[in-house]
């Protein structure tokens, strides 16, 4: 296939999943302020989302302060901030566009309806009184979006690809919504282990849908190294670190299978990824430190991306 | 030229004839369509309308209005009462257009070798070899099976019964054959009942035809089958939709400039799997954007070295390059003269009788008649530009008649036609519209015309543009076999 195309696919699944990310950290920062407020602890949340979906440049060349209103809407819709949710709407359907031919029917219309119904410019429907509507709807449109294309995609390269856009951006926004948690500082006399503490690892998992899961697999209160562990190491985590990695590694090796062998630096990276994440353990990570762990992975797949271009996008 | 028995203009203007007919007198081939309309509330057909819309907005069917501020994404509209012609018609049409295209691809390729059109005196030299849309660059160069305009899309007007001329001859990169697909796919979707109830001469298989016809150009070192693709300009391109579409429903790979490059004159497409030759490519990119090297140096959406691989006969570009100086608005009175020409036959399709205003006498005769012309500029298109004589103020005229003045080679004119009128579903309920047709006529080896062509309307009352720029809409074209 085209480069140009499956460069298309892979950044399309990126910004869709991207969308439904920008939507899940939105919704832990509006948990964690919302407790904090309730506690009488107003922290500095909304700037700590900013840092995790890695938008707090962008925003203080422009804004002096992280109020509440001010981040949602520079992470909702603000055109000037290109990973902002209506953004990310707009770029995938920007490259769809593009790659018309290689899509289904079904990722097209879901791509397109979200599109036309984010410009309808209703702006009651987007006000901040509806914000967890909105994000709600976002996410249910790129699950549908990921429903259309596991769905109806044949299975050959331009599916390897927008697969691995998905697994990519995926991995990458799990790792950023772990480390929320380091850049949400507790206040002096609420220390680790407290109330607060506890409902802030609370929001995570809920805004990865894995609370349940959570007390399915461990039974046991909120850990903050068994949290981790769950959306890092554990294989039936489907967001978990190990999960997309697994995925991204099997893809890979999907498209150096169809193309006669062909291997890369990409699958050089991805394979030595996912060992370290299959081997791991959680106690080791601590040791060393969540917070660099997490930075450290996220580098990694910035890498990956650039190695994935290298090899077949250009 | 006699002006003929067109002449007279708006004043003199005979009614214009009704496709369908007139009450009490319903022409044989809208027998059912006229009773539906009279058995259909306009409520149904307001909802069917509506259905219609949201039907083309899901499958992304867009526009882009140059001019026009606000969405970009503006759909054409789309009429819902089809344009209904008989087989006899069809087959008279059909018979015009293949006449039509193969003297125009006869003249281009001559003008390009040995100019016996313009040494035998019909042409004017200077007329051809000085004109914008001449390419020198293309002198002495053969393209295969010597054909030059491929898909050919021809306007056509009619005026009565069997009075059928052609507006404009558009052999560059015509567009619009997507709205005749998706028009019938839509009409077939809303109302099966109607469809059930005609024997109507299918279109969908315009995407093969168009294929086995770019695969019958492909260069003569090509062996196997040909590589085919379809160069577009990109997503920003006001026809994008098309070219996406024609792409998809040929299973071809829809490529940017960006996404070809060349080596030793040889054509290759960027894959994931590294570079793959391409045989045939069907661009929808005018000439000057085509390749920086040859043409306009700032053009960013074409491929360098293009044009010498074409020369060099390792790749077939459809349409071929300098095929628009068999279009300009200038040459087009010399098409009839072209049949005759080349093909030693009277053309059956005829030509509007059309004032060269480079041309003293012609000149002259517009000035003192511009109430009752239409004027178009030579390199004008898309219904931009042009002065309808009948419809335009006194102050319009006047600075009309400036333009003209100052620089007339610019300028043609052609009586204001009577053009034929279709029941159309408007605001106000159902009502005769003007309406034209775009057939689209396929050359490679052998010549190839699916039944029908793009019917455009034109929505306002009185209106006789029908552009989709200047608010027309389209409607699905039926032609029942006989």
Request: charge should be negative; aromatic fraction near 10%; glycine fraction near 8%.
């Given at each position: 296939?085209?480069?140009?195309?499956?460069?298309?696919?892979?950044?399309?699944a990126?910004?869709?999943?991207?969308?439904?990310d920008?939507?899940?950290?939105?919704?832990?920062?509006?948990?964690?302020?919302s407790?904090?407020?309730?506690?009488?602890?107003?922290?500095?949340?909304?700037?700590?989302?900013?840092?995790?979906t890695?938008c707090?440049?962008?925003?203080?060349?422009?804004?002096?302060?992280?109020?509440?209103?001010v981040?949602?809407?520079?992470?909702?819709?603000?055109?000037?901030?290109?990973s902002?949710?209506?953004?990310?709407?707009?770029?995938?359907?920007?490259?769809?566009?593009a790659?018309?031919?290689?899509?289904?029917v079904?990722m097209w219309?879901?791509?397109?309806?979200?599109?036309?119904?984010a410009?309808?410019?209703?702006?009651?429907?987007?006000?901040?009184?509806?914000?967890?509507?909105?994000?709600?709807?976002?996410?249910e449109?790129?699950?549908?979006?990921?429903?259309?294309y596991?769905?109806?995609?044949?299975?050959?390269?331009?599916?390897?690809?927008?697969?691995?856009?998905?697994?990519?951006?995926?991995?990458?926004n799990?790792?950023?919504?772990?480390?929320?948690?380091?850049?949400?500082?507790?206040?002096?006399?609420?220390?680790?282990?407290?109330?607060?503490?506890?409902?802030?690892?609370?929001?995570i998992?809920?805004?990865?849908?894995?609370?349940?899961?959570?007390?399915?697999?461990?039974?046991?209160?909120?850990?903050?190294?068994?949290?981790?562990?769950?959306?890092?190491?554990?294989?039936e985590?489907?967001?978990?670190?190990?999960?997309?990695?697994?995925?991204?590694?099997?893809?890979?090796?999907?498209?150096?299978?169809?193309?006669?062998?062909?291997?890369?630096?990409?699958?050089?990276?991805?394979?030595?990824t996912?060992?370290?994440?299959?081997?791991?353990?959680?106690?080791?990570?601590?040791?060393?430190?969540?917070?660099?762990?997490?930075?450290?992975?996220?580098?990694?797949?910035?890498?990956?991306?650039?190695?994935?271009?290298k090899l077949?996008?250009? | 030229?006699p002006?003929?028995?067109?002449?007279?203009?708006a004043?003199?203007?005979?009614?214009?004839?009704?496709?369908?007919?007139?009450?009490?007198?319903?022409?044989a081939?809208?027998?059912?369509?006229h009773?539906?309309l009279?058995?259909?509330?306009?409520?149904?057909?307001?909802?069917?309308?509506?259905?219609?819309?949201?039907?083309?907005?899901?499958?992304?069917?867009?526009?882009?209005?140059?001019?026009?501020?606000?969405?970009p994404e503006?759909?054409?509209?789309?009429?819902?009462?089809p344009?209904?012609?008989d087989?006899?018609?069809?087959?008279?049409?059909?018979?015009?257009?293949?006449?039509r295209?193969?003297?125009?691809n006869?003249f281009?390729?001559d003008?390009?070798?040995?100019?016996?059109?313009?040494?035998?005196?019909?042409?004017?030299?200077?007329?051809?070899?000085h004109?914008?849309?001449?390419?020198?660059?293309?002198q002495?160069f053969?393209p295969?099976?010597?054909?030059?305009?491929?898909v050919?899309?021809?306007?056509?007007?009619?005026?009565?019964?069997?009075?059928?001329?052609?507006?404009?001859?558009?052999?560059?990169?015509?567009?619009g054959?997507?709205?005749?697909?998706?028009?019938?796919?839509?009409?077939?979707?809303?109302?099966?009942?109607l469809?059930?109830?005609?024997?109507i001469?299918?279109?969908?298989?315009?995407?093969?035809?168009?294929?086995?016809t770019l695969?019958s150009?492909?260069?003569?070192?090509?062996?196997?089958?040909?590589?085919?693709?379809?160069l577009?300009?990109g997503p920003?391109n006001?026809a994008?939709?098309?070219?996406?579409?024609?792409?998809?429903?040929?299973?071809?790979?829809?490529?940017?400039?960006?996404?070809?490059?060349?080596?030793?004159n040889?054509v290759?497409?960027?894959?994931?799997?590294?570079p793959?030759?391409?045989?045939?490519?069907?661009?929808?990119?005018?000439?000057?954007?085509?390749?920086?090297?040859?043409?306009?140096?700032?053009?960013?959406?074409?491929?360098?070295?293009?044009?010498?691989?074409?020369?060099?006969?390792?790749?077939?570009?459809?349409?071929?390059?300098?095929a628009?100086?068999?279009?300009?608005?200038?040459?087009?009175?010399?098409?009839?003269?072209?049949?005759?020409?080349?093909?030693?036959?009277e053309?059956i399709?005829?030509?509007?009788p059309?004032?060269?205003?480079?041309?003293?006498?012609?000149?002259?005769?517009?000035l003192?008649?511009?109430?009752?012309?239409?004027?178009?500029?030579?390199?004008?298109?898309?219904?931009?530009?042009?002065?309808?004589?009948?419809?335009a103020?006194?102050?319009?005229?006047a600075?009309?008649?400036?333009?003209?003045?100052?620089?007339?080679?610019?300028?043609?004119a052609?009586?204001?036609?009577?053009?034929?009128?279709?029941?159309?579903?408007?605001?106000?309920?159902?009502?005769?519209r003007?309406?034209?047709?775009r057939?689209?006529?396929?050359a490679?080896?052998e010549?190839?015309?699916?039944?029908?062509?793009?019917t455009?309307?034109?929505?306002?009352?009185?209106?006789?543009?029908?552009?989709?720029?200047?608010?027309g809409?389209?409607?699905?074209?039926w032609?029942?076999?006989?």
């Open positions: 296939m085209l480069s140009r195309t499956a460069d298309s696919l892979f950044w399309l990126r910004y869709m999943e991207r969308a439904e920008i939507a899940r950290i939105i919704m832990v920062g509006h948990r964690m302020a407790m904090a407020r309730s506690l009488e602890n107003p922290g500095n949340e909304w700037h700590s989302t900013l840092i995790a890695g707090d440049k962008g925003f203080f060349t422009k804004h002096a302060e992280a109020s509440a209103e981040v949602i809407d520079y992470l909702v819709r603000d055109p000037d901030n290109p902002s949710i209506f953004s990310c709407l707009e770029t995938a359907r920007r490259n769809a566009r790659v018309r031919t290689a899509l289904t079904d219309d879901a791509l397109n309806e979200t599109w036309l119904r410009h309808d410019n209703d702006a009651a429907r987007f006000g901040p009184e509806h914000l967890l509507d909105l994000l709600e709807w976002v996410k449109r790129s699950l549908l979006f990921s429903g259309a596991a769905n109806t995609m044949l299975r050959n390269d331009a599916y390897y690809f927008t697969r691995l856009g998905t697994f990519i951006e995926r991995a990458d799990t790792a950023r919504i772990l480390d929320v948690k380091y850049h949400v500082l507790l206040p002096h006399h609420e220390g680790i282990g407290g109330a607060l503490d506890y409902y802030h690892w609370q929001a998992l809920r805004s990865v849908s894995a609370l349940r899961s959570y007390h399915w697999v461990y039974q046991e209160r909120l850990k903050p190294w068994l949290v981790a562990e769950l959306l890092i190491l554990r294989p985590m489907p967001r978990s670190l190990l999960s997309c990695s697994e995925q991204i590694v099997q893809h890979l090796d999907l498209l150096a299978e169809a193309y006669g062998g062909l291997r890369g630096e990409c699958h050089r990276i991805a394979g030595e996912h060992a370290r994440l299959r081997y791991g353990r959680i106690q080791d990570i601590f040791q060393s430190g969540l917070h660099e762990f997490l930075t450290d992975f996220i580098d990694r797949s910035m890498l990956l991306g650039d190695e994935i271009s077949y996008l250009n | 030229m002006a003929g028995e067109l002449s007279g203009g004043k003199a203007a005979r009614p214009s004839f009704d496709e369908m007919g007139s009450a009490g007198d319903c022409r081939q809208y027998g059912l369509i009773r539906w009279a058995d259909t509330p306009a409520e149904l057909l307001s909802l069917k309308r509506r259905e219609a819309e949201l039907l083309f907005r899901r499958i992304g069917i867009t526009f882009a209005v140059y001019a026009e501020g606000g969405n503006r759909l054409i509209p789309f009429d819902i009462i344009r209904v012609l087989a006899k018609e069809w087959s008279l049409l059909a018979r015009g257009l293949a006449q295209v193969r003297a125009l006869a281009i390729r003008v390009y070798h040995e100019r016996q059109i313009l040494r035998a005196g019909q042409i004017p030299f200077e007329l051809v070899l004109n914008e849309s001449f390419r020198p660059e293309m002495d053969e295969p099976q010597g054909i030059y305009t491929h050919a899309g021809i306007d056509i007007v009619r005026l009565g019964p069997s009075e059928f001329y052609v507006l404009e001859d558009n052999c560059r990169t015509p567009s054959v997507s709205y005749m697909l998706e028009n019938r796919e839509a009409m077939m979707r809303l109302f099966p009942d469809f059930a109830r005609h024997r001469a299918p279109v969908s298989h315009y995407p093969e035809e168009l294929l086995d695969k150009v492909a260069p003569e070192n090509c062996d196997g089958d040909p590589v085919v693709v379809l577009t300009p920003y006001s994008y939709y098309e070219h996406s579409f024609l792409a998809d429903e040929m299973g071809v790979e829809l490529v940017e400039g960006a996404d070809l490059f060349l080596d030793d040889i290759y497409m960027r894959t994931t799997e590294g793959r030759r391409v045989d045939v490519i069907y661009r929808r990119i005018d000439d000057d954007f085509l390749d920086p090297l040859t043409f306009r140096a700032d053009s960013a959406l074409g491929t360098a070295g293009l044009f010498n691989a074409y020369r060099a006969g390792n790749v077939t570009l459809a349409n071929g390059i300098g628009g100086i068999a279009d300009d608005k200038s040459i087009y009175r010399y098409v009839p003269a072209m049949v005759r020409f080349y093909l030693g036959e053309p399709l005829k030509n509007v059309t004032y060269c205003c480079g041309i003293r006498e012609d000149l002259s005769y517009v003192d008649h511009l109430a009752e012309l239409v004027v178009k500029e030579t390199r004008g298109s898309g219904g931009y530009g042009m002065l309808i004589g009948p419809h103020t006194r102050e319009q005229l600075a009309f008649a400036e333009k003209i003045r100052a620089e007339p080679p610019n300028y043609i052609q009586p204001t036609l009577a053009l034929s009128t279709c029941p159309t579903f408007v605001e106000s309920g159902i009502a005769p003007h309406v034209d047709l057939p689209f006529v396929l490679g080896k010549i190839r015309i699916v039944p029908g062509g793009l455009r309307v034109a929505l306002r009352q009185g209106s006789l543009v029908v552009n989709s720029s200047q608010g809409g389209t409607k699905d074209t032609v029942l076999e006989g």
